[in-house]
């Protein structure tokens, strides 16, 4: 299939590179930055471009994959070309790219993108929405080609998962930071934590997350969170997220009998 690329960021630039190593062309890869445009269009073998009135008609595909308060405007530019447009957004409805064609669907990846590390797409789970079942299908041959992991799931739907995804990736990157932090104001290397993450990351994917949690907050352990508290005293925005999450793990062990 021939496609166009919006969008010059992690998700564009790794979506760029699965449809090109699973045979298909890329016609074009947009950016309003043409630097960003011409690094990804040079590896996928596509030509850049910064302005929607340089697109190429000869695409089967438009793949808009910019930030989600961008998108109504992309999607209506490029309506005027009657082509499948789909957009990346994990957040965004169906309705909105509805609004300026038929031709929509939505081709989320749900997966954590950064430019320097490489990905296994394959294993990359595609959350699919097409505007009628014509385009679901055409979608769903089209996602084959490059993961083994293909979803129908509607708006609603995907909006969950989006949400559920931030708590599952984003929230404990943030935590990692913090951790970081700490340990740099005291001499310590991030690397300590390491297999520690490494462990607890390990045990989700065979356990239910509940059953395998551990620390003084599911021990009760009362006087060890009051000394965590008074090591933070002089951070109080930490103090707030350290309270908030430890009666977050009570609340949902609560009855449970807590793990060694």
Same mark, same amino acid.
């Given at each position: 299939?021939?496609?166009?690329i919006?969008?010059?960021?992690?998700?564009?630039?790794?979506?760029?590179?699965?449809?090109?190593?699973?045979?298909?062309?890329?016609?074009?890869?947009?950016?309003?930055?043409?630097q960003?445009?011409?690094?990804?269009?040079?590896?996928?073998?596509? $030509?850049?471009?910064?302005? %929607?009135?340089?697109?190429?008609?000869?695409?089967?595909?438009?793949?808009?994959?910019?930030?989600?308060?961008?998108?109504?405007?992309?999607?209506?530019?490029?309506?005027?070309?009657?082509?499948?447009?789909?957009?990346?957004s994990?957040?965004?409805?169906?309705?909105?790219?509805?609004?300026?064609?038929?031709?929509?669907?939505?081709?989320? #990846?749900?997966?954590t993108?950064?430019?320097?590390?490489e990905?296994?797409?394959?294993?990359?789970?595609?959350c699919?929405?097409?505007?009628?079942d014509?385009?679901?299908?055409?979608?769903?041959? %089209?996602?084959?080609?490059?993961?083994?992991?293909?979803?129908?799931?509607?708006?609603?739907?995907r909006?969950?998962?989006?949400?559920?995804?931030?708590?599952?990736?984003?929230?404990?990157?943030y935590?990692?930071?913090?951790?970081? $932090?700490?340990?740099?104001?005291?001499?310590?290397?991030?690397?300590?934590?390491? @297999?520690?993450?490494?462990? !607890?990351?390990?045990?989700?994917l065979?356990? $239910? #997350?509940?059953?395998?949690? !551990?620390? @003084?907050?599911?021990r009760?352990?009362?006087?060890?969170?009051?000394?965590?508290?008074?090591?933070?005293?002089?951070? @109080?925005? %930490?103090q707030d997220?350290?309270?908030?999450?430890?009666?977050?793990?009570?609340?949902?062990?609560?009855?449970? !009998?807590?793990?060694?």
């Open positions: 299939m021939n496609i166009t919006i969008g010059s960021g992690n998700v564009a630039t790794h979506m760029a590179a699965a449809f090109k190593n699973a045979g298909h062309r890329i016609i074009q890869v947009y950016s309003r930055n043409m960003h445009a011409a690094l990804l269009a040079y590896h996928v073998g596509a $030509e850049a471009i910064d302005s %929607l009135d340089n697109i190429n008609p000869d695409t089967g595909l438009f793949v808009v994959s910019v930030k989600d308060d961008a998108i109504t405007a992309v999607v209506k530019a490029l309506s005027a070309h009657k082509k499948l447009i789909v957009h990346t994990g957040s965004t409805d169906l309705n909105s790219l509805l609004a300026f064609t038929p031709n929509a669907g939505v081709f989320y #990846p749900l997966q993108f950064s430019k320097i590390r990905v296994d797409f394959r294993s990359v789970p595609l699919l929405e097409g505007a009628d014509r385009i679901l299908a055409d979608l769903k041959q %089209l996602a084959f080609t490059i993961s083994n992991n293909v979803y129908a799931v509607n708006s609603a739907q909006k969950i998962l989006h949400l559920a995804a931030v708590f599952a990736c984003n929230f404990p990157n935590l990692y930071g913090v951790a970081q $932090e700490l340990l740099a104001q005291n001499q310590m290397e991030f690397s300590l934590l390491r @297999p520690l993450i490494l462990e !607890t990351a390990q045990k989700v065979e356990q $239910e #997350p509940r059953n395998v949690q !551990t620390g @003084p907050a599911v009760n352990d009362e006087g060890t969170m009051a000394a965590h508290m008074q090591m933070l005293s002089d951070m @109080p925005m %930490l997220v350290y309270t908030l999450l430890s009666q977050g793990i009570i609340k949902n062990n609560k009855g449970l !009998t807590a793990p060694e």
